[in-house]
């Protein structure tokens, strides 16, 4: 099994500032975590980062037919976009929201998700490790279905 894990605006910066918020692993440190706990599960990963919406729509499109699953944290395009919700539905891969942080306990801007919706596994507010636990979940979703 093969699972994009896509990264929208500023979360290049991980590690680097706000680390009571997001925590101190940076960016790499948590695609070596991602990576090396998903292979336990057996799940292959692919990993993007970008901070512009366009590109994460066309990473999305650009998963048909080479990743059976997508992880995602679209940074704050979770709260604005509708491009990101209409690409997840129309390429129609299982996808799992992840938000390192527990975004239910912020500002009220945060508190609608647009890619959530197409999203049948969320992990808000377990920091870094919330990547691997949402694989996890959404390797046994497939599974299930299966
Ligand atoms: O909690 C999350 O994972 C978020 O998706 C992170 C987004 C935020 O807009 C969402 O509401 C919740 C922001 C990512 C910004 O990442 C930074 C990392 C380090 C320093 C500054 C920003």
Redesign the pocket.
């Known amino acids: 099994m093969k699972f994009l894990v896509l990264n ?4 290049n ?6 680390p009571g918020i ?1 925590g101190s692993v940076d960016y790499d440190g948590m695609v070596r975590i991602t990576r090396q706990e998903c292979a336990k599960l057996g799940i292959e990963t692919g990993f993007y980062q970008s901070n512009h919406e366009g590109d994460l729509v066309d990473a999305i499109q650009a998963a048909r037919g080479r990743f059976d699953g997508i992880v995602i ?4 395009y ?2 604005t976009s509708i491009a990101i919700l209409d690409a997840l539905k129309a390429v129609a891969i299982p996808a799992a929201e ?4 527990d ?1 239910t306990k ?1 500002e009220a801007f ?1 508190q609608v998700s647009y890619a959530g919706m197409a999203c049948c596994v969320h992990v808000i507010g377990q920091g870094v490790a919330g990547y691997a636990i949402a694989a996890r979940q959404l390797k046994e979703k497939i599974e299930q279905a299966e």
């Open positions: 929208g605006p500023n979360l910066l991980l590690g680097v500032r706000e997001y944290n679209p940074g704050a979770t709260h992840v938000h390192i942080s975004v912020r945060r």
